[in-house]
């Protein structure tokens, strides 16, 4: 049975992990359907670029990208990272197949989508979109 405090926490402090503080607060964590939807309708009609984290608690490459996906979020201020658990959002994540899954939107509009994980690739993937 389920402890009653692991049951309450969703998004990123549902994962169990010890992650890195976010210094800019631009990193956000969707627990449910309606929140990932309230932020799909702000990157959309945002100018800022974002990196959605697309995971799941049982994935194990989830858990050893995530820190980093943390850690990240302090080197690139200007863009918007968000993580959504795949199983506290089930209809807006519907679409996805994989986890991780990286998707990334600049003027509101998905334009570049990464599988699995590899801090490098994610790092240099972040670059590019970062400006």
Known sequence: ??????????????????????????????SNDQTLTDIFLHIKSSKT???????????????????AFCRLSNNFPKLSFVYADIDECPEATQHIRYTPTFHFYRDGERVDEMFGAGEERLHDRLWLHSD
């Open 1 to 30: 049975m389920e402890d009653s405090k692991t049951a309450e926490k969703k998004g990123l402090a549902g994962t169990g992990l010890d992650l890195p503080a976010n210094k800019h607060g631009n990193l956000k964590s969707a």
């Open 49 to 67: 670029p974002a990196v959605i984290n697309y995971g799941a608690s049982w994935c194990r490459v989830c858990s050893q990208i995530l820190p």
